[in-house]
């Protein structure tokens, strides 16, 4: 398989280097980098589901995005709302309410605009995951 190198994002190059893998391209497919789009639909018909583990470091991943303004693994120091512990259900509608513009905000409507359904959905499940701060 040939890799088109202009397709891919650079926030998620070295994430796509380490995922493929026989797995991993399954993964790499999912987000959309490191392949074109003929080779992802070609792919996408043999390759397995990620695993379990996959989504969950996936998820990881993209949550980390949230770090600067909501904190480490979701423990805000104050200011912006704590996302460790919050309903995974919850957080989906809130996004996509952010990214329809239902839901009014100062830089989240824009941020949600880059998650697919499927992005939110690993991110909501990330966060719901871990303990909330008492």
Known sequence: MKLN???????????????VSARGLALGAFFGFGMTLTSQAAHA????????????IAGRVLASNCANCHGMDGRSAGGMPMLAGYPRDAMVSTMQAFRSGQRPATIMHQLAKGYTDDQIALVAEH????????
């Open 5 to 19: 190198h202009s397709m891919r994002r650079p926030e998620l190059s070295a994430l796509g280097v380490a995922l």
């Open 45 to 56: 018909q043999s390759a397995p589901a990620p695993t379990a583990a996959e989504s969950a």
């Open 127 to 134: 966060f719901s995951r871990l303990k909330a701060l008492p």
